[in-house]
């Protein structure tokens, strides 16, 4: 009988040292989720941080296009209208010098 409480006593240190250690690498497990946990968090921070400059270079990319767009547009359009001016100065220098009328434009 003392044999049997012995072999008891040592099959219950035996559990308790198992239930320690599982809880010691249960407590590691936990401590190692949350610090993946944060580290995530962290990286989705500055995912959404890049993102949003990405968006503000963007829209100032789009900005400054627009503009340089609408300049050069401008500038056609002033360069057409003088060279429209010359084409009917010549035409009407060449009517003039001919004697005969200009002839009608088509669009």
Not at 21 to 46: I, M, P, T, V, Y
Not at 65 to 94: F, K, P
Request: overall charge negative.
């Amino acid at each position: 009988e003392r044999e049997a409480a012995e072999r008891e006593a040592a099959s219950d240190a035996r559990d308790a040292e198992r239930v320690a250690a599982a809880e010691a690498r249960l407590s590691e497990a936990k401590r190692a989720f949350a610090a993946a946990e944060e580290s995530a968090r962290h990286g989705q921070e500055d995912a959404e941080a890049r993102a949003a400059e990405i968006v503000a270079e963007a829209v100032l990319c789009e900005e400054r296009v627009t503009r340089e767009t609408e300049r050069i547009l401008r500038e056609h359009g002033e360069r057409w209208d003088e060279v429209r001016a010359h084409m009917d100065h010549v035409r009407s220098s060449l009517a003039a010098l001919t004697g005969r009328a200009p002839a009608e434009e088509t669009p």
